[in-house]
Nanobody
Framework: QVQLVESGGGLVQAGGSLRLSCAAS????????MRWYRQAPGKQRELVAHITSGGSTNYADSVKGRFTISRDNAKNTVYLQMNSLKPEDTAVYYC????????????????WGQGTQVTVSS
């Protein structure tokens, strides 16, 4: 089994920064893409950022220039550095690994973390 465990959420004032981490553990051969999603109360879950195993990144328009996704492949860990936070960034942030291989011949499996709360006060 594979587990994704997020950490780093919390309460911060507008304009502040937080750094989220998501560590994957278990039977892992390779993790290709890693993503961060978020879900605010009463809203659909939205993709915030993703990063490929090669380091290519993409961001939602609402976070471009403020958030940075990065990863440490040796540690199977993905990070989300969030700067210039706004109250509208308040949400539960989820880590997602949609294409995990357990060995070189295996199919791809998708996993989610349990989520970490980020609250930005005005």
């Amino acid at each position: 089994q594979v587990q994704l465990v997020e950490s780093g959420g919390g309460l911060v004032q507008a304009g502040g920064s937080l750094r989220l981490s998501c560590a994957a553990s278990g039977s892992i051969f390779r993790i290709n893409t890693m993503r961060w999603y978020r879900q605010a109360p009463g809203k659909q879950r939205e993709l915030v950022a993703h990063i490929t195993s090669g380091g290519s990144t993409n961001y939602a328009d609402s976070v471009k220039g403020r958030f940075t996704i990065s990863r440490d492949n040796a540690k199977n860990t993905v990070y989300l550095q969030m700067n210039s936070l706004k109250p509208e960034d308040t949400a539960v942030y989820y880590c997602n690994a949609p294409d995990v291989q357990k060995d070189a011949r295996s199919t791809y499996y998708a996993y989610w973390g349990q989520g970490t709360q980020v609250t930005v006060s005005s």
